[in-house]
């Protein structure tokens, strides 16, 4: 495995439904990030966040809302979602950089995603 | 901003033959490059990068990647393929400028015996 872990590995909700998806990074990482994985579409980066600070937000709906309460954990809340919603949501992390450098030549290390169905 | 194109959706190959898997990319300053692996149910699994220095990178399961800056290519390729290399293969890219990370949408390959 590699030190990346995602709950709940399966998730269905309705449209009205509000839901959390949570992953955790157990390598010393300080930056996280969160993509979508739809079927025969690249995966597309939404948030990145460095030092628990949001360095990257890819037009992303407001109904996707992120949090990173530390460097370990990173969140992704869920609210009125609609049926194109519905994918793999991935987590990783990479070492990360202070004071606002980019770090761009990092590895990003995966978690194994949360499949999520929205009905 | 950064794209990667991978334009085969699925590569066969037989088991013991070598393979490639193509990549290109199109970045406006330095690209830093990716490739990496996803089996089934898994997330994905780093494979190599090439951020400067040789052409030719090294990486885990005897995968190899060429860097050429000419034709814009990054394509992974194996002396010898198993059939536990059949998986989803994704390229990616990033530049110096930002921390935006751009994937191709997967090549398929199936490696039968």
């Known amino acids: 495995e590699t030190g990346v872990t995602q709950t709940p590995r399966h998730l269905v909700m309705g449209m009205t439904n509000k839901k959390s998806l949570k992953c955790e990074q157990h390598?010393?990482?300080?930056?996280m990030y969160w993509y979508k994985q739809s079927a025969k579409k690249p995966l597309e980066l939404m948030f990145v966040y460095n030092f628990k600070e949001q360095t990257e937000n890819n037009s992303v709906p407001s109904r996707f809302s992120p949090e990173c309460p530390n460097s370990s954990h990173l969140f992704l809340h869920l609210h009125t979602l609609q049926p194109e919603d519905s994918a793999l949501y991935l987590c990783?992390?990479?070492?990360?950089?202070?004071?606002?450098?980019?770090?761009?030549?990092?590895?990003?290390?995966f978690g194994p995603g949360t499949r999520l169905l929205v009905l | 901003a950064q794209s990667v194109a991978q334009p085969e959706d699925q590569v066969n190959v037989a088991e013991g033959n070598p393979l490639t898997v193509k990549c290109t990319y199109s970045v406006s300053g330095n690209p830093y490059l990716f490739w990496y692996v996803q089996y089934p149910n898994r997330g994905l699994q780093f494979l190599l990068k090439?951020?400067?220095?040789?052409?030719l990178v090294k990486g885990s399961y005897g995968f190899e990647a060429e860097f050429n800056k000419s034709q814009t290519s990054f394509h992974l390729k194996k002396p010898s393929a198993l059939v536990s290399d059949s998986a989803l293969y994704f390229c990616?890219?990033?530049?110096?400028?930002?921390?935006?990370?751009?994937f191709g949408a997967g090549t398929r390959l199936t490696v039968k015996p």
């Open positions: 390598l010393g990482h300080n930056a």
């Open positions: 990783a992390s990479s070492q990360g950089a202070s004071g606002g450098r980019v770090f761009t030549t990092e590895t990003q290390y």
């Open positions: 090439y951020i400067t220095g040789d052409n």
């Open positions: 990616a890219v990033r530049d110096n400028n930002n921390n935006d990370m751009r």
